[in-house]
Protein backbone atom coordinates (compact mmCIF):
# COMPACT_ATOMS: atom_id res chain seq x y z
CA UNK A 1 0.00 0.00 0.00
CA UNK A 2 1.33 3.48 -0.93
CA UNK A 3 2.48 5.13 2.18
CA UNK A 4 0.95 8.51 3.23
CA UNK A 5 3.94 11.53 2.24
CA UNK A 6 4.01 13.77 5.47
CA UNK A 7 5.20 17.61 5.45
CA UNK A 8 6.39 18.87 8.52
CA UNK A 9 5.97 22.89 9.06
CA UNK A 10 7.68 23.77 12.09
CA UNK A 11 10.37 26.61 13.11
CA UNK A 12 12.05 24.53 16.07
CA UNK A 13 14.47 22.21 14.57
CA UNK A 14 14.18 19.95 17.60
CA UNK A 15 10.37 19.64 17.47
CA UNK A 16 10.72 18.88 13.81
CA UNK A 17 13.36 16.48 14.36
CA UNK A 18 11.34 14.77 16.85
CA UNK A 19 8.05 14.52 15.04
CA UNK A 20 10.22 12.93 11.58
CA UNK A 21 11.88 10.48 13.92
CA UNK A 22 8.69 9.52 15.41
CA UNK A 23 6.83 9.38 11.99
CA UNK A 24 9.42 6.94 10.53
CA UNK A 25 8.89 4.26 13.06
CA UNK A 26 5.88 3.65 11.23
CA UNK A 27 5.57 2.06 7.97
CA UNK A 28 2.69 3.45 6.55
CA UNK A 29 4.34 7.28 6.59
CA UNK A 30 6.90 8.81 4.64
CA UNK A 31 8.34 12.17 5.64
CA UNK A 32 8.78 14.45 2.02
CA UNK A 33 9.90 17.42 3.34
CA UNK A 34 10.36 19.96 5.84
CA UNK A 35 9.93 23.26 6.26
CA UNK A 36 10.80 26.05 9.13
CA UNK A 37 8.77 28.89 8.50
CA UNK A 38 4.81 29.41 6.22
CA UNK A 39 6.29 30.64 3.14
CA UNK A 40 8.30 27.45 2.83
CA UNK A 41 5.56 24.94 3.48
CA UNK A 42 3.40 27.00 0.95
CA UNK A 43 6.39 26.30 -1.72
CA UNK A 44 7.53 22.88 -0.40
CA UNK A 45 3.54 21.98 -0.25
CA UNK A 46 3.02 22.83 -3.93
CA UNK A 47 6.27 21.21 -5.11
CA UNK A 48 5.80 17.98 -3.23
CA UNK A 49 2.36 17.38 -2.93
CA UNK A 50 2.18 15.80 0.53
CA UNK A 51 -1.03 14.25 1.50
CA UNK A 52 -0.53 15.27 4.98
CA UNK A 53 0.90 18.10 6.47
CA UNK A 54 1.85 19.00 9.33
CA UNK A 55 1.38 22.97 10.43
CA UNK A 56 2.81 24.83 13.42
CA UNK A 57 0.23 27.78 13.96
CA UNK A 58 3.19 29.88 15.00
CA UNK A 59 5.68 30.59 12.60
CA UNK A 60 7.95 33.38 11.31
CA UNK A 61 7.46 35.02 7.78
CA UNK A 62 4.24 33.66 7.54
CA UNK A 63 2.00 31.68 10.28
CA UNK A 64 0.82 28.55 10.01
CA UNK A 65 -2.83 29.96 9.72
CA UNK A 66 -2.15 31.91 6.68
CA UNK A 67 0.16 29.43 5.18
CA UNK A 68 -3.12 26.82 5.57
CA UNK A 69 -5.23 29.16 3.38
CA UNK A 70 -2.71 29.72 0.79
CA UNK A 71 -1.76 26.13 0.95
CA UNK A 72 -4.71 24.94 0.14
CA UNK A 73 -5.93 26.91 -2.52
CA UNK A 74 -2.35 25.62 -4.53
CA UNK A 75 -3.04 22.05 -3.04
CA UNK A 76 -7.06 21.70 -2.53
CA UNK A 77 -6.31 18.12 -1.99
CA UNK A 78 -3.66 18.38 1.19
CA UNK A 79 -4.84 17.70 4.52
CA UNK A 80 -3.54 20.29 7.58
CA UNK A 81 -3.17 19.10 11.19
CA UNK A 82 -1.85 22.59 12.71
CA UNK A 83 0.53 22.08 15.85
CA UNK A 84 0.27 24.32 18.70
CA UNK A 85 1.62 24.40 22.15
CA UNK A 86 -1.31 25.89 23.02
CA UNK A 87 -5.08 25.46 23.50
CA UNK A 88 -7.16 28.62 23.66
CA UNK A 89 -10.47 28.12 22.40
CA UNK A 90 -10.07 31.13 19.44
CA UNK A 91 -6.49 29.18 18.15
CA UNK A 92 -8.77 26.17 17.56
CA UNK A 93 -11.51 27.52 16.18
CA UNK A 94 -9.23 30.21 13.83
CA UNK A 95 -7.36 26.73 12.81
CA UNK A 96 -10.19 25.21 11.59
CA UNK A 97 -11.53 28.43 9.75
CA UNK A 98 -8.38 28.50 7.67
CA UNK A 99 -9.18 24.93 6.41
CA UNK A 100 -7.23 22.71 9.23
CA UNK A 101 -8.92 19.17 8.98
CA UNK A 102 -7.89 19.04 13.27
CA UNK A 103 -5.69 20.75 15.71
CA UNK A 104 -2.72 19.02 18.04
CA UNK A 105 -1.12 20.03 21.03
CA UNK A 106 2.83 19.73 21.01
CA UNK A 107 2.01 17.35 23.42
CA UNK A 108 0.22 14.95 22.07
CA UNK A 109 1.20 11.53 22.43
CA UNK A 110 2.94 9.77 19.37
CA UNK A 111 -0.15 7.40 19.03
CA UNK A 112 -2.50 10.16 18.65
CA UNK A 113 -0.39 12.22 16.65
CA UNK A 114 -0.10 8.88 14.20
CA UNK A 115 -3.95 8.07 14.90
CA UNK A 116 -4.67 12.00 13.88
CA UNK A 117 -2.42 11.71 10.45
CA UNK A 118 -4.33 8.80 9.24
CA UNK A 119 -7.66 10.46 10.26
CA UNK A 120 -7.71 13.10 8.10
CA UNK A 121 -5.87 11.25 5.12
CA UNK A 122 -9.45 9.71 4.93
CA UNK A 123 -11.28 12.87 5.32
CA UNK A 124 -12.18 12.57 8.97
CA UNK A 125 -11.12 15.04 11.47
CA UNK A 126 -9.16 14.75 14.54
CA UNK A 127 -8.51 16.68 17.58
CA UNK A 128 -6.02 16.31 20.88
CA UNK A 129 -8.16 14.34 23.41
CA UNK A 130 -8.20 17.39 25.55
CA UNK A 131 -9.45 19.67 22.85
CA UNK A 132 -12.28 17.12 22.07
CA UNK A 133 -13.37 17.03 25.78
CA UNK A 134 -13.28 21.12 25.98
CA UNK A 135 -15.26 21.41 22.65
CA UNK A 136 -18.23 18.73 24.08
CA UNK A 137 -18.49 21.53 26.64
CA UNK A 138 -17.28 24.78 25.47
CA UNK A 139 -18.81 27.15 27.62
CA UNK A 140 -20.91 30.26 25.41
CA UNK A 141 -18.71 33.16 26.98
CA UNK A 142 -15.56 31.08 24.84
CA UNK A 143 -17.84 30.47 21.61
CA UNK A 144 -18.64 34.30 21.35
CA UNK A 145 -14.90 34.89 22.05
CA UNK A 146 -13.66 32.59 19.49
CA UNK A 147 -16.66 33.21 17.20
CA UNK A 148 -15.77 37.07 17.11
CA UNK A 149 -11.98 37.01 16.13
CA UNK A 150 -13.29 34.18 13.79
CA UNK A 151 -15.31 37.16 12.06
CA UNK A 152 -12.79 39.83 12.61
CA UNK A 153 -9.82 37.21 10.59
CA UNK A 154 -12.54 36.40 8.19
CA UNK A 155 -12.46 40.35 6.91
CA UNK A 156 -8.87 40.28 6.27
CA UNK A 157 -7.25 40.03 2.78
CA UNK A 158 -4.45 37.44 2.74
CA UNK A 159 -1.76 40.05 2.44
CA UNK A 160 -3.71 42.25 5.54
CA UNK A 161 -2.69 38.73 7.29
CA UNK A 162 0.88 38.48 6.28
CA UNK A 163 1.28 42.61 7.13
CA UNK A 164 -0.26 41.89 10.80
CA UNK A 165 2.15 39.25 11.82
CA UNK A 166 5.24 41.21 10.48
CA UNK A 167 3.77 44.53 12.52
CA UNK A 168 2.77 41.96 15.65
CA UNK A 169 6.58 40.46 15.00
CA UNK A 170 8.01 44.45 15.71
CA UNK A 171 9.18 45.05 11.76
CA UNK A 172 9.08 48.65 10.87
CA UNK A 173 6.99 49.28 7.74
CA UNK A 174 10.47 49.93 5.90
CA UNK A 175 11.40 46.00 6.77
CA UNK A 176 8.11 45.05 5.67
CA UNK A 177 7.59 46.47 2.69
CA UNK A 178 11.36 45.41 1.84
CA UNK A 179 10.29 41.32 3.28
CA UNK A 180 6.90 41.53 1.32
CA UNK A 181 8.51 43.00 -1.96
CA UNK A 182 5.77 45.85 -1.86
CA UNK A 183 5.90 49.82 -1.75
CA UNK A 184 6.44 51.77 1.90
CA UNK A 185 3.02 53.67 0.66
CA UNK A 186 1.39 49.99 -0.07
CA UNK A 187 2.16 48.97 3.75
CA UNK A 188 0.82 52.35 5.13
CA UNK A 189 -2.22 51.71 3.50
CA UNK A 190 -2.75 47.82 4.73
CA UNK A 191 -1.86 49.06 8.30
CA UNK A 192 -4.52 51.59 8.31
CA UNK A 193 -7.40 48.82 6.58
CA UNK A 194 -5.94 46.68 9.41
CA UNK A 195 -6.65 49.19 11.63
CA UNK A 196 -10.19 49.99 10.52
CA UNK A 197 -11.29 46.14 10.33
CA UNK A 198 -10.17 45.51 13.43
CA UNK A 199 -11.30 48.60 15.52
CA UNK A 200 -7.64 48.82 16.91
CA UNK A 201 -5.49 51.99 16.69
CA UNK A 202 -2.06 51.24 17.53
CA UNK A 203 0.69 48.80 17.02
CA UNK A 204 0.49 47.60 20.62
CA UNK A 205 -3.13 46.43 20.38
CA UNK A 206 -2.35 44.77 16.76
CA UNK A 207 0.45 43.10 18.67
CA UNK A 208 -2.14 41.83 21.19
CA UNK A 209 -4.86 40.64 18.85
CA UNK A 210 -2.20 38.68 17.06
CA UNK A 211 -1.15 36.98 20.09
CA UNK A 212 -4.70 36.20 20.83
CA UNK A 213 -5.38 34.51 17.25
CA UNK A 214 -2.34 32.19 17.14
CA UNK A 215 -0.74 34.21 14.79
CA UNK A 216 2.27 34.77 16.53
CA UNK A 217 3.26 33.52 20.05
CA UNK A 218 4.03 36.07 22.96
CA UNK A 219 7.73 35.31 22.71
CA UNK A 220 8.07 36.20 19.14
CA UNK A 221 6.98 39.73 20.11
CA UNK A 222 10.86 41.72 20.03
CA UNK A 223 9.84 45.60 19.34
CA UNK A 224 6.83 47.94 19.33
CA UNK A 225 6.99 50.25 16.34
Known amino acids: ?27 DFTVVGEAQDGRQAVALAIKLRPDVVLM ?51 QTSAH ?50 EVLQLIAEGKANKQTAAELGIGLKTVEKHREHLMEKLDIHDTAGLTRYAISAGIIESSVQLTIV
Request: hydrophobic share 45%.
Open 112 to 161: DVCRAIREVQKGKTFFSPAIAKRQERLHPLALDRAGLLKKKMAELTSREM
Open 1 to 27: MKPITVLLAEDHIIVREGFRKMLEFED
Open 56 to 106: DIAMPQLNGLEATRQLLKAVPAAKVLMLSAHNDDAYVTNAIESGAKGFLLK
